[in-house]
C-alpha cells in the first residue's frame, strides 16, 4: 500500500524527492535516502579506521574479527526485537531509537580503550564493519520504502537507497585520511585523531534523531506497523536461510577485515585503503542503477545470480594474486559487480509476500544474516593472525557460487504477488 497523499510536507521533500525520487514514490521516501546518506559516510570510514584503531590501542587482528563479530551478532538481536515489536511501536519510534543508539555508539568508542567494555558498545550498538548496512536500521527503513512506492517503481527506489548508501561510504572511506591530515596539521596524536572520527558518528546519530522524529506515520490511523507472517512464512524462512549463506560468505571479508588484510599483505596506509574503497564505493553505487533495467530485462532473481558469480571469480583471483596492482584491480571490478543483487534481492523479498508482512519479511531474512555474518569476522581475524591471509577471501568467493546456485534452483519457479 502506498503512502497517503494526503500526508504533511516533511523535510527532503519538494524538487529535491522530485529530482532524485523515481516516478511511483511518494515524497516521503526522501527523508530515508537523506538517512541512509549520512550512515553511510559513517560506515565508510568506520571500516577502513576500525582496525587501524584497535591495533594502535594494542589489539590483534583476532580482536578486530571478535568486535566485527560482536557488531553483527548484536545487529541479529536488534533485528529480532524489531520483527517482534514493530506490529505494536510505529516506524518513526523505532528510527528514533535507532539513531539514538548510534550517537551512544559513537561516544562509547571514543571513550573506551579496553577490549571487553569495547565488545559490550559493539554489541548493543550500531557500528557497521561491512559494505552493506546491517544495522537495525535496515528492516524499518525497507518497509517504510516498499510502503512508499508503487510495485513497478519498488526496484528502483531500492536500487536509489542501496546506491545512495553505497556512494555515501565511498566517499566516508575519503574521510579515513582525515586523523593522518589531523596528526599533520593539529598537533593531535594519531590515537586522539581516530577518537575524533568516533564523535563524529556520534553527531551523526543525533542528527538522523532530529530528521526521523519529523516522519509522519504512513497509515495514520492503523493500530500497528506490520503483522507477523503468515502465508508467506515457508518462501521468507527458505530465503532467510539461503541468505545464511551469502552472510556467512560475506563476514569473512567485510571490509574492516579486507582494510586490515590489505594493510598487512600490501603495507597500505589507511589513506590509501581510504582511497581504494572511495573507488570500490563509486563502482558499487553506480552498479545499483545498472541493476535496475538488468532486472526489468532478466528478472530479479537472474540479475541477483548472475552478477554474483562474476564478482565472486574476481575475489578468488585477488586472494592468488602477488602483487598489489592486479589485486586491487579485481576487488575493484568486484565492487562494480557484487552489490548489483541488494536492491534486486530487497525488491525480491518485498514482491513475494503481502504487504502486511514486509516488516515481519525484512526482519526474518535480515536475522539469519546477521548471525551467519557475525561468524565469519571471527574466524577471519583468526586466520589473518595465523598467516593464512588468503584463506577468508577463498571460502567467501567459494561460498558466494554455492549460494548462488542454490538460490536459482530453489526459487526459479516462485513468482512476485505484485
Keep these: 500500500m502506498l503512502m497517503h497523499k494526503e500526508q504533511p510536507a516533511i523535510a527532503g521533500g519538494g524538487w529535491l524527492a522530485r529530482v532524485v525520487l523515481p516516478d511511483g514514490v511518494h515524497p516521503g521516501a526522501m527523508p530515508l535516502l537523506i538517512g541512509r546518506a549520512m ?3 559513517c560506515d565508510g570510514f568506520i571500516a577502513v579506521l576500525l582496525p587501524a584503531y584497535l591495533l594502535a590501542l594494542g589489539f590483534d587482528p583476532l580482536a578486530v574479527g571478535l568486535l566485527s563479530s560482536a557488531t553483527l551478532a548484536g545487529s541479529a538481536l536488534a533485528t529480532i526485537l524489531v520483527g517482534i515489536v514493530s506490529p505494536r511501536y510505529s516506524q518513526r519510534r523505532l528510527l528514533t531509537l535507532a539513531a539514538a543508539l548510534m550517537a551512544a555508539t559513537g561516544m ?3 571513550g573506551l580503550s579496553s577490549l571487553w567494555p569495547l565488545l559490550l558498545v559493539a554489541f548493543v550498538g550500531t557500528l557497521n564493519p561491512s559494505s552493506g548496512d546491517v544495522s537495525l536500521f535496515l528492516p524499518l527503513e525497507q518497509a517504510r520504502l ?3 512506492a508503487a510495485p513497478q517503481a519498488r526496484t528502483a527506489l531500492f ?10 561510504a565511498g566517499l566516508g572511506a575519503l574521510a579515513a585520511a582525515l586523523p593522518g591530515w589531523l596528526v599533520a596539521h593539529a598537533g593531535l596524536s594519531h590515537l586522539t585523531a581516530m577518537r575524533a572520527m568516533f564523535i563524529v558518528y556520534a ?17 495514520p490511523h492503523a493500530p500497528s ?3 507477523p507472517l503468515g502465508t508467506s512464512r515457508g518462501i521468507v524462512i527458505r530465503l532467510a536461510l539461503l541468505f545464511s549463506v551469502d552472510a556467512f560468505a560475506g563476514g569473512l571479508v567485510v571490509n574492516s577485515l579486507l582494510s586490515l588484510w590489505l594493510m598487512q599483505r600490501f603495507g597500505l596506509s589507511p589513506g590509501a585503503a581510504g582511497l581504494f574503497f572511495f573507488w570500490a564505493g563509486l563502482l558499487s553505487a553506480g552498479s545499483q542503477l545498472v541493476a535496475v533495467p538488468l532486472a526489468r530485462k532478466f528478472g ?3 540479475t541477483m545470480v548472475f552478477t554474483h558469480i562474476p564478482a565472486s571469480l574476481c575475489l578468488i583471483a585477488a586472494a592468488l594474486s602477488p602483487m598489489l596492482a592486479p589485486t586491487l584491480a579485481l576487488l575493484l571490478v568486484r565492487s562494480a559487480l557484487s552489490q548489483m543483487d541488494v536492491p534486486t534481492r530487497t525488491a525480491y523479498v518485498m514482491a513475494v509476500v503481502t504487504p502486511a508482512e514486509r516488516t515481519a519479511a525484512a526482519s526474518v ?10 561468524l565469519g569476522p571471527t574466524i577471519a581475524g583468526a586466520l589473518l593472525a595465523a598467516g593464512w591471509a588468503g584463506a577468508p577471501l577463498l571460502a567467501c568467493g567459494l561460498l558466494k557460487i554455492a549460494y548462488d546456485l542454490a538460490l536459482l534452483r530453489a526459487f526459479r519457479r516462485v513468482e512476485p504477488i505484485d
Excluded: K, Q
Design 39 to 41: 550512515r553511510g559516510v
Design 108 to 110: 562509547g568508542f571514543a
Design 146 to 148: 516498499a510502503d512508499a
Design 159 to 168: 536500487a536509489r537507497y542501496s546506491l545512495t548508501g553505497a556512494f555515501s
Design 203 to 219: 553527531l551523526t546519530g543525533v542528527a538522523l534523531l532530529f530528521l526521523y522524529i519529523r516522519l509522519p506515520d504512513p497509515h
Design 225 to 227: 506497523a506490520g503483522t
Design 300 to 302: 530479479l532473481l537472474n
Design 365 to 374: 531474512t535480515a536475522v539469519p544474516r546477521s548471525l551467519a555474518g557475525a
